[in-house]
């Protein structure tokens, strides 16, 4: 092997969609001071064979992420990054959802990539989850439901990029109390009821839910 005094890549920066394939070619600069293009008689790496396959600078994009491509010949190296899949937005359809406990709602991803300006869902290649699981579950397509009653966060992320939705589970809008005042005689009995009013429009009796306390 001659020895070079200098090693270079076509480029340092390559974007690939996932299943998408790429090339880089590496030149070195010899002791002669000649150029000579060594792509397959360099070594090829890739940190994170996840993401990128290499095989004599021919690239072959596996699953989004972003990792080093590393290229030697003879004791000189050179690197050029790889991102996959790399998102420029994320975007949810909704940033604010209220569910009814035990009920669902479907929130969906889409994302722009560089090569495109046309946005893409991507709701099932997200990593969903939720900051509060007793309070609201995601499923991996972004099928949230409500537990019970409480505020959660879910998050969506993909590329290494987030974004967020506030989930409200079952918090009533106003709650109304029927009759408002009662007069009683001593030892008699009447029954109050509660119902609560939320954001989608429906009402419920959560007279059994309440907690109640009597003050004189």
Do not use: C
Not at 96 to 112: A, F, P, R, W
């Amino acid at each position: 092997m001659d020895v070079a005094r200098g090693l270079t890549l076509n480029t340092a920066n390559v974007s690939l969609r996932a299943g998408q394939s790429g090339e880089l070619i590496a030149t070195a600069t010899m002791s002669d001071g000649s150029i000579a293009v060594v792509t397959d008689q360099a070594e090829w790496t890739a940190d994170d064979t996840s993401v990128v396959y290499v095989s004599k600078g021919k690239l072959t994009a596996i699953n989004s992420g972003q990792t080093t491509v590393t290229a030697k010949y003879g004791d000189k190296t050179v690197t050029a990054t790889v991102r996959v899949e790399i998102p420029q937005l994320l975007q949810l359809d909704q940033t604010d959802i209220y569910v009814q406990e035990n009920g669902t709602k479907q929130v969906h991803l889409t994302s722009t990539f560089p090569d495109s300006t046309t946005p893409e869902d991507i709701t099932d290649k997200a990593e969903w989850s939720s900051d509060n699981e007793d309070i609201a579950q995601v499923d991996a397509k972004g099928l949230i439901t409500g537990i019970k009653l409480g505020q959660a966060v879910i998050t969506a992320k993909y590329g290494g990029k987030t974004t967020t939705v506030n989930v409200d589970v079952a918090t009533p809008r106003k709650l109304t109390l029927d009759p408002t005042s009662l007069s009683m005689r001593s030892s008699s009995q009447e029954q109050l009821k509660l119902t609560a009013a939320y954001a989608d429009g429906q009402s419920a009796d959560v007279t059994d839910k309440a907690v109640w306390s009597f003050r004189q």
